[in-house]
DNA sequence: TATTAACTTTGATTCAGATCAATCAGAGTA
DNA sequence: TACTCTGATTGATCTGAATCAAAGTTAATA
């Protein structure tokens, strides 16, 4: 445990090539541990650790099929996904639901919620999980004397919002098996950005949650799937997936014929 | 020219409540027009005002179809919209584009740039539209100097987020209709908003980049007006949008029939 | 003002994905 | 071991939106 990995949506990276500071140093309490996934390449020195290590020190379990947090309720910390996997899904009065991301280790909760301080998505576990708490009242303070942290968190913020167009793009301009190939080559990537295997690894999630995301029916999810296995682009085995020819998936992810 | 407007997505209003501070003595140039909507609210003095005054000075005009900025072009400043209509939108290499968002005066612009500092879309005028443009660099360090500016400007930022995660809700589960209908409602709203009425208003946009926006063709976009029309919902002549039952409007995009 | 180009509407047809339905597989649980 | 429940697959059918096509309208420009 507490590896550091390479993450994509933390307050981690700047970018990658700030990957290789000496943090032996850092006692490996679990807290400590999650800070150094947070702070790291931001090129903190000892003391700003220290500052920081003060703000990030609650950890909590959310259990498989646990809510992190609930729509509507007061909004105070973001959470860092320690280990895990999570989605957050909005939903209307009207029991419409969308599923609005699928989140893992490294990963930042709550971006959602500092404008209302409300939170406006559901974050539940699909497996048992561990995040930390960073109260966001004392990042903003530490902000201040850490400028450097205060950059990186702009830039997580922003992330997230580029992360929305492309969903958006694909939502408003893919075909259903172009969404598929898309999602699958996003997991794929940003597994493989975490040390795990970029061609084989289970789903946390079921065929609706998938279709959810990816403004699909689960049956359609189900035969997309399916297509993508009779075309020996990719072996699935329920939850278990293995990408056979990565290059044909983004092919099949990129040649819309509908380039309208 | 430059009246205090009520605005939703800029660093004017932490809330609505805090608009009645006495800004008077501020000379009206055309730069510190501005940054009375920036600023006002946050609730600065004087000197603060000064400060952030020598950061947003920068005034640029945007003729009618001319790009505000580019996709793949270095970033340096956000853009506050002064007056105009604008709209971003995200284009893959092999053509397909999606229009993520239709702006108008007191937003701003630019926040999906800062996390690779590279703009992720284009922004495109409208109709001929200012801007105030605000270094980020010099943003940023004054955020630190105004902790209610940062705070502020952290709000902004995940209000973007919420806004794209009910677009992903729109065009993940809406019918064409429906997502019509809450495109409409939403124009009249922000319309309301800056001091227009809310239910006569003309659109700044074609069909096309409607149907864009809402992930349907404009074929589609026509259609569903018409059909709006037919049921004496609202009155179209071609640009021009008169909502008369704007509560059958609010029912159109809610009662899905398939609440799945 | 005439001419052209861009945009909008409407109709006919097609098709991708939704819906309905049945079966199957796997994970718990009694 | 059987039983139940949830989730996945596959087939048949239906439907909303895309596509194709043809006018009609508006705005831009000479």
Redesign the pocket.
């Known amino acids: 445990m507490c590896k550091p990995l390479p993450l994509e949506n933390n307050l981690l990276h700047d970018n990658p090539q700030q990957n290789h500071l000496d943090v032996t140093h850092i006692k490996s309490s679990c807290a400590t541990c999650s800070l150094r996934e947070l702070c790291l390449p931001v090129g903190l020195n000892n003391q700003e650790i220290q500052i920081l290590g003060d703000v990030v020190s609650h950890k909590r379990k959310v259990r498989r099929g646990d809510y992190l947090h609930q729509s509507g309720l007061k909004f105070q910390s973001l959470f860092a996904i320690r280990s895990g996997f999570l989605k957050t899904c909005v939903l209307e009065e009207d029991g419409r639901q969308q599923v609005t991301g699928f989140h893992m280790t490294g990963e930042l909760l709550g971006l959602d919620a500092i404008s209302s301080e409300i939170h406006t998505c559901d974050a539940i576990a699909l497996e048992d999980s561990e995040v930390c708490e960073i109260p966001f009242t004392k990042l903003e303070e530490i902000s201040i004397i850490i400028p450097s942290l205060m950059r990186h968190f702009h830039k997580i913020m922003s992330r997230e919002i580029v992360r929305d167009h492309s969903v958006m793009l694909l939502l408003g301009s893919m075909?259903?098996?172009e969404r598929l190939a898309s999602f699958l080559l996003n997991l794929s990537r940003r597994f493989s950005m975490r040390g795990y295997s970029e061609s084989d690894f289970n789903l946390r999630m079921?065929?609706?949650e998938i279709g959810s995301y990816l403004?699909?029916?689960?049956?359609?999810?189900?035969?997309a799937?399916?297509k993508l296995q009779d075309e020996n682009i990719i072996t699935?085995d329920?939850?278990h997936i293995q990408i056979n020819d990565i290059n044909r998936l983004r092919i099949k992810m990129g040649n819309s014929s509908?380039i309208?």
Chains 1, 2 share one sequence.
């Open positions: 075909k259903a098996e079921t065929r609706e403004g699909l029916k689960l049956e359609t999810v189900s035969r799937f399916s699935v329920n939850k509908c309208t």
